[in-house]
């Protein structure tokens, strides 16, 4: 295969040979972002990140897989150099120089494959109870890898507020979807399916809390999170 002829080139072998010509320049990217990283600037690591990839895509690739050492990339690239020998040790060199990145890389090639945005959530939760105003809260704080991406501090009843509206939301896609006739992956419908068990126990646990602590039901017709009565 003739290399300096870019359109008989496809990926994977056409970003490493992107990364081949200008390593040196990707390296002082790199240098940059884990320099954030070590700083404990989890927000900027991936914003430089997401820059990287908008204007480097291929190469953003290479670096990403190499770091997370995908067995099947590797396969890929030595099948397409055939008889010549593919550039694997350098590919691992950069894998081993930036490994302390390879969770926001994994996380932005997530978003740019997949078209998600801060994937992979994950929950922190603490739980608070204040005398005076006789309020439960539960203490939220949503992270995405090491970005923080928000808090929120409150009762139950305004947590069941924003549960209700992803619910409602996500009901409402489903069924765009489904009108669409557009299919969904079937890892993805086994998913719902699971969730779907799971909110039902949590609501019928819920539901049996309600009953034995049932109140008599007031005329006033109070928001879950507008009840400033104990001023």
């Known amino acids: 295969m003739d290399t300096s002829d870019e359109s008989t080139v ?19 990217v790199l240098d940059d972002v884990r320099e954030a990283h070590v700083l404990g600037e989890s927000e900027t690591v991936r914003e430089k990140l997401r820059a990287f990839a908008q ?7 290479v670096v990403a897989l190499a770091v997370l050492d995908v067995e099947t990339f590797y396969t890929d690239l030595n099948d397409q150099y055939e008889d010549e020998t593919a550039p694997i ?15 926001d890389l994994e996380l932005v090639l997530s978003e740019r494959m997949n078209e998600f945005r801060n994937p992979r959530p994950g ?8 005398e005076e105003t006789q309020l439960p809260r539960l203490d939220y704080d949503v992270y995405s890898g090491d970005v923080k991406l928000c808090q929120f501090i409150h009762p139950p009843s305004q947590a069941l507020v924003l549960v209700q509206s992803i619910l409602n939301s996500t009901r409402k896609l489903l069924e765009q979807v489904d009108a669409n006739g557009d ?14 068990n799971h909110l039902s126990e949590e609501l019928a646990e819920m539901a049996a809390y309600i009953e034995t602590t049932a109140v008599e039901e007031s005329d006033n017709d109070l928001e879950p999170f507008d009840d400033y009565s104990f001023y």
């Open 10 to 28: 496809e990926p994977p072998r056409a970003w490493v040979e992107d990364f081949l010509d200008s390593e040196a320049e990707i390296r002082g």
């Open 55 to 61: 204007t480097e895509n291929g190469i953003f690739r």
């Open 89 to 103: 040790e350098k590919l691992e060199a950069i894998g081993s120089d930036f490994d302390r990145l390879a969770d």
């Open 123 to 130: 929950l922190r939760r603490g739980f608070r109870y204040s």
């Open 183 to 196: 299919p969904i992956a079937e890892a993805e419908q086994e998913r719902i399916a699971n969730m779907h």
